[in-house]
């Protein structure tokens, strides 16, 4: 591989800001992309795919670079260096370059692979708490796992096509795709293509949503005509989901805490053809009580550490704070207490997350369940997915249902 100067030079001002300025990668990767509009499919595969993979790998090649925080300028060269030496790549004869030591490169990578925390790139407390929560055999399989690149899924609209159809259509576009049964609504692309700039994702023939996310609304079990809440909406990719199996019939409310999440949920709606979403704003306690025994189904998709998506968001390894994961299990806490109240007995409740530990999961069902009102809930089924057995994300989804 030939480095281009243009764009080894967008990698570095991406890893600049996030790095140094607490940028997001994948706002960086948007931000970077836009550049340049002569760039093609090569050009653009480049730039996102070293600046993730760089992000990903940032403990091991600081630590090979010999570079700290705050990093210069040159810091992210070296590192940049670092990655280039260790991928085989020739380095051109530029002033960033000179005296790379590439010996010395390969012998400290062979030398620090044999430590976990450095071979996966994780902080200390990371590995120390993943290590505590699923033991030393089950995470090292996990975090190996969360450092391969995540696969491009997309969810099909079945209110707008089928996925034979839409297998075909992609087809057309010399984008090859994949069927899993355990998936039914999924279609697994064989190699990364760039979809939204598709008609058919204009269209809205499909959401893209991981496969281990899309198992989540079929355990919720919605019929058409139901009313069903989504308690933590986002930017609405369960909605959508939830939508589709209810046939566009029935009500959803869809809630969040930030109307920014709800103004892209209206977008995907409109883009989707999904009618029957009711759009609510949690800003005091009145909206949820208001729908008190009042719903069929109620999907919590919990806030939490996200351990489970890392492979999708490789600079959370180094955001996240051991006092974060703290706090966020008393919010889970707060909203399974909270939110449970509008199931209607004999209703339905999911609680879900994209965390692999189980004090964010089973741990938190079984206090639920033992707080005076849920013990109004029975436990039926829960799912424990973790990426190195099924390939895709880590996901946790558990259902309930209210008999008193």
């Not at 760089?54 to 810091?75: G, H, N, Q, S």
Request: charged letters at 30%; aromatic letters at 8%; hydrophobic letters at 40%.
């Amino acid at each position: 591989m030939r480095l281009h100067r243009n764009l080894v030079f967008t990698v570095i001002d991406s890893l600049v800001a996030v790095f140094n300025e607490g940028a997001y990668a994948d706002k960086e990767v948007a931000k970077a992309l836009k550049k340049d509009t002569r760039w093609g499919a090569k050009d653009r595969k480049f730039v996102a795919e070293t600046i993730y993979e760089i992000v990903r790998w940032k403990r091991l090649y600081t630590e090979i670079a010999e570079v700290k925080e705050p990093y210069t300028r040159d810091d992210v060269w070296r590192v940049f260096a670092v990655w280039a030496v260790l991928r085989g790549i020739s380095l051109p004869d530029w002033k960033y370059f000179e005296n790379t030591p590439e010996r010395r490169i390969k012998g400290r990578f062979d030398e620090l692979s044999k430590v976990r925390k450095m071979r996966e790139s994780i902080p200390d407390w990371m590995d120390e708490l993943g290590v505590q929560e699923l033991g030393e055999e089950v995470w090292t399989k996990e975090l190996a796992a969360q450092n391969q690149q995540a696969h491009v899924v997309l969810r099909v609209n079945t209110l707008k096509t089928t996925k034979q159809k839409l297998r075909a259509q992609l087809m057309d576009l010399d984008i090859e795709t994949v069927f899993d049964d355990k998936y039914p609504d999924a279609l697994i692309l064989k190699e990364r293509a760039n979809v939204f700039m598709t008609p058919l994702f204009k269209e809205g023939l499909f959401e893209v949503q991981d496969a281990s996310s899309q198992k989540v609304v079929p355990l919720l079990d919605v019929k058409p005509g139901m009313r069903v809440v989504d308690t933590c909406a986002g930017a609405g990719g369960k909605t959508l989901h939830i939508a589709a199996k209810m046939e566009n019939k029935g009500q959803i409310i869809a809630m969040d805490l930030y109307e920014s999440k709800q103004k892209q949920l209206k977008i995907r709606a409109k883009r989707n053809s999904v009618h029957n979403v009711e759009y609510r704003i949690i800003d005091s306690t009145k909206v949820i009580k208001k729908l008190h025994d009042k719903a069929d189904r109620v999907l919590i998709d919990a806030p939490c550490s996200g351990l489970g998506v890392l492979k999708r968001n490789p600079d959370s390894k180094w955001k996240l704070q051991p006092e974060f994961i703290e706090n966020i299990k008393k919010t889970q806490q707060e909203v399974l207490e909270n939110y449970s109240k509008m199931v209607k007995v004999g209703g339905k409740l999911v609680y879900a997350t994209c965390s692999v530990l189980p004090s964010e999961n089973e741990k938190q069902i079984e206090k639920f369940l033992k707080t005076e009102f849920g013990q109004n809930f029975t436990f039926i089924k829960d799912e424990k997915v973790l990426a190195h057995q099924s390939g895709f994300d880590g996901f946790y989804m558990c259902l309930m249902e209210r008999t008193k």
